[in-house]
């Protein structure tokens, strides 16, 4: 039951790195999820050759210990994705400082005593450093898959700060669910695993419920993978010195006074009555930023201070105004509701929806209804 799942990893991966490693332009985050999609395929192949050809011969270590570098490349590939100055230094090097140890130590002591079989079940050497190991590549995992959650849960809340709009690209959504996954294939293969060696024989590879999540991983990563742009590499960048924006008493710092703020909100204010840049259903800080030429986070602790709204909020609240003037016009009576939302820069119904429920109180049908408005 295995080996089919093996073969059709093995291909996927390689197919996947593969696609990933030639699209064009290529970010940084490419190169890390082509590597992770590569070395999948690595293990699977050492999987299914100590399955079918070298199952008498010890190389069943040093394929236990790759998946010690699967937590570090999720958390760079996360990493690089939410940062707006993706880099990498050799600091991140220690991340993978586990894995080089552990395989060393995997080819050192790959070999057990000769009379090892005559040991029972829970002293046998080789059993022991494989709960070690196992036990280590779950702890691993977890750690960063916690990390990772922790990261895209901030970034979730901190593009509000950037961005007016919502997609699976900025917010991450897929990834969130696939690592999830993973991270349950992991957590169920870590379990059996400990069943099966300290209980009972399970009638089933207990491996088998990692390389289906890795299979379907890679798929996901394939597909996904690809379409994922970088979030912040099309915006305008305009130099913004320290990300006051980031931290708590952010404008604690600042140098800006009341009457700059105020000044900053009246050019935003103009800027949107007189360009209407909010019925841009993609429009980000960045591109306000460079309308203005003035710094991102100049902008967002105007809002915040001034306004008492972040740029997600002020935008979309815009856009609701626009919608509300719009819906009662005799000259749009024959267009939809949905239609009017889009044309006022909404990009999806659930955002519309939701936005116009949280400003005004009332769902879209309820504030037609009225007005004797029904679609």
């Known amino acids: 039951m295995l080996e089919p799942v093996l073969y059709i990893g093995i291909a996927q991966s390689i197919f996947g790195g593969f696609v990933i490693a030639t699209r064009r332009p290529q970010i940084l985050a490419d190169r890390y999820l082509a590597t992770w999609l590569f070395i999948i395929a690595i293990e699977m192949i050492l999987a299914l050759l100590q399955i079918t050809w070298l199952d008498h011969l010890p190389y069943e270590l040093p394929f236990l210990v790759i998946p010690l570098v699967y937590g570090p490349l999720l958390y760079l590939y996360v990493r690089t994705l939410i940062s707006d100055d993706p880099k990498w230094i050799w600091a991140d090097m220690v991340h993978f400082v586990p894995f080089i140890l552990f395989l060393g130590l995997a080819f050192l002591f790959k070999k057990g005593p000769a009379d090892a079989s005559s040991l029972p079940v829970w002293a046998h050497p080789s059993r022991i450093a494989r709960m070690i190991y196992e036990f280590v590549v779950f702890a691993s995992f977890s750690t ?6 922790v990261l895209l849960t901030r970034h979730r809340k901190a593009i509000r700060e950037e961005f007016s709009f919502r997609s699976s690209k900025i ?3 897929w990834l969130l669910f696939v690592s999830i996954t993973v991270y349950a294939s992991y957590l169920l293969t870590f379990f059996s695993a400990g069943i099966q060696m300290l209980v009972i024989r399970l009638p089933f590879d207990p491996k088998i419920f990692t390389f289906t999540g890795l299979t379907l991983f890679s798929f996901a990563f394939s597909f996904y993978g690809h379409k994922q742009a970088g979030i912040f590499s099309n915006q305008a960048n305009v130099q913004t010195s320290d990300d006051e924006s980031a931290h708590p008493g952010k404008y604690a710092k600042s140098n800006l006074r009341s009457e700059d703020l105020k000044k900053f909100v009246n050019l935003i204010d103009n800027l949107m009555d007189q360009k209407r840049l909010y019925l841009n259903p993609e429009l980000s800080l960045a591109q ?9 986070h100049h ?3 105007a809002l915040n201070t001034e306004l008492g709204k972040n740029f997600y909020a002020y935008i979309n609240e815009l856009r609701v105004k ?3 003037h719009m819906v009662v016009d005799p000259a749009n009576k024959d267009y ?9 820069g909404f990009n999806s119904k659930s955002t519309f929806n939701a936005v116009f429920k949280r400003i005004t109180s009332f769902t879209p049908s309820e504030y037609l209804h009225s007005l004797g408005r029904l679609d």
């Not at 960063?144 to 959650?149: E, L, T």
């Not at 306000?288 to 991102?296: H, Q």
Request: aromatic letters at 16%.
């Open 322 to 324: 626009k919608f509300m």
């Open 144 to 149: 960063y898959s916690i990390i990772v959650y």
């Open 299 to 301: 902008i967002t602790q």
């Open 288 to 296: 306000v930023s460079d309308e203005l030429k003035i710094p991102k």
């Open 171 to 173: 917010t991450l959504t």
């Open 336 to 344: 939809t509701f949905l239609a009017i939302a889009f044309e006022c």
